[in-house]
């Protein structure tokens, strides 16, 4: 198993983990007293559940299992998977902070973290397609 595939998987499963948690909390009844910034994390627990546990599972095994390109480079670029595997977390945990602190004070300027979580998320995404897709296009040619 490629060492990028591991850490995917291994971020899945912290993310799995911290998603439960805030699920778990998000579910108590209203009379416990919670942070009200916990309270306002539903969003940042859909993306700890989709983004950080079945977006770095799905990454991390098309990483690994996907048909080979050649001998020399099976995978593609290297570099582009950690670059595509800094982004997504770097703009998942963005998005986690950034969602509750823009919920508590609408008006203090945290919009934009939010948009930068979704820009580093996308970025994410189109160059691990792009690592990806020749995977599936290009035939094997046993070099």
């Given at each position: 198993?490629?060492?990028?595939?591991?850490?995917?998987?291994?971020?899945?499963?912290?993310?799995?983990?911290?998603?439960?948690?805030?699920?778990?909390a998000l579910a108590l009844p209203n009379d416990v007293?919670?942070?009200?910034?916990?309270?306002?994390?539903?969003?940042?627990?859909?993306?700890?559940?989709?983004?950080?546990?079945?977006?770095?599972?799905?990454?991390?095994?098309?990483?690994?299992?996907?048909?080979?390109?050649?001998r020399s480079r099976p995978r593609g670029n290297v570099?582009?998977?950690?670059?595509?595997?800094?982004?997504?977390?770097?703009?998942?945990?963005?998005?986690?902070?950034?969602?509750?602190?823009?919920?508590?004070?609408?008006?203090?300027?945290?919009?934009?973290?939010?948009?930068?979580?979704?820009?580093?998320?996308?970025?994410?995404?189109?160059?691990?397609?792009?690592?990806?897709?020749?995977?599936?296009?290009?035939?094997?040619?046993?070099?």
């Amino acid at each position: 198993m490629p060492r990028l595939t591991r850490w995917y998987i291994r971020s899945a499963f912290v993310y799995l983990a911290a998603a439960l948690l805030l699920a778990a909390a998000l579910a108590l009844p209203n009379d416990v007293n919670l942070p009200y910034f916990l309270r306002t994390m539903t969003p940042a627990y859909f993306h700890l559940f989709l983004v950080g546990w079945v977006t770095q599972m799905i990454f991390g095994v098309i990483y690994w299992m996907f048909p080979i390109i050649s001998r020399s480079r099976p995978r593609g670029n290297v570099r582009l998977g950690w670059i595509s595997y800094g982004l997504l977390n770097g703009g998942l945990l963005l998005r986690v902070v950034g969602e509750p602190l823009h919920s508590v004070k609408p008006d203090g300027g945290f919009g934009w973290l939010l948009a930068a979580a979704a820009l580093l998320q996308w970025l994410a995404a189109v160059i691990f397609v792009t690592l990806s897709w020749p995977r599936i296009k290009e035939k094997y040619r046993g070099e």
